[in-house]
């Protein structure tokens, strides 16, 4: 009687496997590998098996020899490695950079809300009465005797204010055109633009009068 011996043959890699790796063996043909204390199965598909040990030392498997490695070095004491200290990263400074854009932008803001709310106020603002412009126009002339033409000047600021204030006393009207349309107790008004008339257009000029008394009653048209 003859016996033939079958041989398997196999491959597996990683070729130096260490504890806890995955071994994976590929034999020439389909096989059926049974649990081992030597070693777990993990898994099996026709000629391919995978299998790991945590035990540092060959195992036998299907006739193959796998040898198993440590991962401790030779003569490892098994004392932990010391710590080192961590080490500082730097501040971020991103956020601060971000606050004080923040903070210019918030400023500029309030500044050209600002600068905008006055303008508005500036727009808004009421315009000046002709009473009060007049006034202001005849206390300015009376404070500035060196004027060369004050009677005229006067005059036609008188005239102007009646344009505004008053109806049908236009400022292009003559003298002699616009006295007769005023009422009679403004004889003030007569007087100033005869005054002015002369300044402007007599050779002897004006007559001699008292130009701040005039003033005291011209100002009580605009009162």
Known sequence: MILVLALVTATF???QPTVGDPITITFSEPVTIQPSPAY????QQGSRVVVRTFVPKPFV???ITI???SVLKKNDDLKPAPLTPPRASPYPRAPFLAIAIAALCAVATWLLAWLLSRRRIRAVEPPIPASERYRRAVLALRQNPRHAHR???LADATRAYLAESRAGLSSDLTTTELVP????HDHVVAEILRQGDMEKFSREG???RDFDEVVERALELAS
């Open 61 to 63: 498997i299907q006739g």
């Open 206 to 208: 004006a007559p001699l």
């Open 40 to 43: 777990d199965v993990i898994s």
């Open 13 to 15: 890699s990683p070729a």
């Open 67 to 69: 040898p198993v490695r």
């Open 151 to 153: 009677w005229a000047a």
């Open 181 to 184: 349309r005023l009422p009679e």
